[in-house]
């Protein structure tokens, strides 16, 4: 198994708002993410997430690729979009 090249970590990066995208709710999916490499790692801790983001909350990029491999993880979120029960697994 190769080792696990996780790339430095980036702290306290925000985004703003997606007010351009409010009046296109509905029309347009938004997801939280979905991995283009293996070892892909995204973390949500304590953001805001709106209803923008589709209940699944993360998209699987070619059927199972990198499944094995990834690491995706919600914490302490709030908001409309925050809501983990409907996520992928």
Not at 11 to 39: H, I
Request: hydrophobic share 30%.
């Amino acid at each position: 198994m190769p080792k696990d090249p996780a790339p430095s970590p980036s702290y306290g990066a925000s985004k703003p708002k997606a007010s351009d995208l409010a009046t296109d709710a509905g029309k347009t999916k938004t997801y939280l993410g979905r991995p283009w490499k293996q070892y892909s790692r995204t973390v949500f801790l304590q953001s805001e997430l709106d209803s923008l983001i589709d209940p699944a909350g993360w998209l699987e990029w070619d059927g199972n690729f990198a499944l094995d491999t990834l690491y995706y993880g919600e914490y302490m979120n709030t908001g409309a979009g925050a809501g983990a029960s409907g996520r992928v697994k």
